[in-house]
């Protein structure tokens, strides 16, 4: 297998060429392998069931001490790869890790060295709370002139969410011509549904300019924090995360679904609806959206303290 052969296979199922240039250079990759025998082995068919997931692969890598194979997936390894994830990582990252890698492992259950491996790898989740930028601070951010080429991408994209509150697959291709009649329109990359948006007064800026080359996530999340810290929203938050609270500045719990969840807490905030929310935000189902709408107690508003007083 060569390397022009696997960023071929990669680009083909959906890896963004930086990410896919990060798992070419990653050390998981046995190059020995003809392309057609390494697909079938257990990081090729993650690679094409989970793109972009190298996180997980390095996570399941470091636990296991070497690259992993399909005769690797032993109760006693994944008992072990569980426990190792609840160290290094929040319960609730553990438990989608861990989520992923069961989904592959059932599918594929007849490479495994023996039944019931998956019936060992449980993590039970914990309460999380999440920030969201107020409209004061996502005009901060708007005002920010970028002092890079990748703060441009990022500020671009990230502002993109945050006014019509699209995922990131769905940002990187969006255009003007999504627009009619003051309304953005695009098919939902996730759940394949048309999702229509108003068109926000700052929407047309941010859609004629370049799209800009993608960035890994973690690019992304220290760009924005950096952005964040550089106008100053930096307020210290009192909040419940990776299993403990903590008070720490707003900006360094700033991150990639932060644009998605301040779309979500604005427009509620506003009194809209949770249901019509949902559908402005493509979500299959109103349990989901809910997650991304964060209000504390000073955001309650008069007419809800009528109730209480």
């Given at each position: 297998?060569?390397?022009q052969?696997l ?22 990759i046995?190059?020995?392998l ?5 697909r ?24 296991l001490?070497k690259t992993?194979?399909w005769?690797?997936f032993?109760?006693?390894?994944m ?5 190792f994830l609840?160290?290094h ?18 599918i594929?259950e007849?490479n495994?060295?023996?039944?019931g491996?998956?019936?060992v790898m449980?993590?039970k989740?914990e309460?999380?709370?999440h ?14 002139q ?11 994209a990230?502002?993109?969410e ?5 995922r ?19 098919i ?7 999702t229509?948006?108003p ?6 800026q941010y859609l ?7 960035h890994v ?6 760009t924005?924090k ?16 990776h ?5 720490i ?13 301040s779309?979500?807490?604005q ?5 809209v609806p949770?249901?019509?929310i949902?559908?402005?935000m ?6 989901m ?12 508003g ?8």
């Amino acid at each position: 297998m060569t390397k022009q052969e696997l960023l071929q296979f990669l680009a083909a199922q959906g890896w963004k060429e930086c990410a896919a240039k990060d798992l070419v250079s990653s050390g998981l990759i046995n190059w020995t392998l003809p392309l057609g025998e390494w697909r079938k082995s257990f990081v090729g068919v993650f690679c094409s069931r989970q793109p972009e997931r190298l996180g997980i692969l390095r996570y399941l890598a470091a636990s296991l001490g070497k690259t992993p194979k399909w005769s690797d997936f032993t109760k006693p390894n994944m008992a072990d790869f569980v426990r190792f994830l609840t160290s290094h990582t929040s319960r609730n990252s553990a438990k989608t890790y861990v989520a992923i890698v069961k989904g592959i492992l059932n599918i594929y259950e007849e490479n495994l060295p023996s039944s019931g491996v998956t019936k060992v790898m449980s993590v039970k989740g914990e309460p999380s709370q999440h920030v969201a930028l107020t409209e004061e601070e996502v005009e901060r951010i708007h005002r920010y002139q970028p002092k890079s080429e990748t703060e441009s991408d990022i500020k671009r994209a990230f502002m993109l969410e945050c006014l019509c509150g699209a995922r990131s697959c769905d940002v990187a291709t969006l255009s003007e011509s999504n627009i009619k009649d003051g309304w953005l329109t695009y098919i939902s990359q996730k759940t394949k549904t048309e999702t229509s948006v108003p068109v926000h007064r700052l929407l047309l800026q941010y859609l004629s300019m370049p799209a800009g080359k993608p960035h890994v996530r973690s690019v992304v999340c220290d760009t924005i924090k950096r952005i964040c810290r550089s106008v100053g929203i930096t307020s210290v938050v009192r909040i419940f995360t990776h299993g403990k609270w903590v008070e720490i500045p707003k900006c360094e719990l700033v991150g990639s679904h932060t644009a998605r969840r301040s779309f979500a807490t604005q427009l509620a905030l506003r009194g809209v609806p949770v249901p019509t929310i949902s559908k402005l935000m493509g979500h299959s189902n109103t349990k989901m959206t809910s997650r991304y709408i964060c209000i504390d107690r000073s955001d309650i508003g008069d007419t809800a303290m009528a109730f209480f007083n």
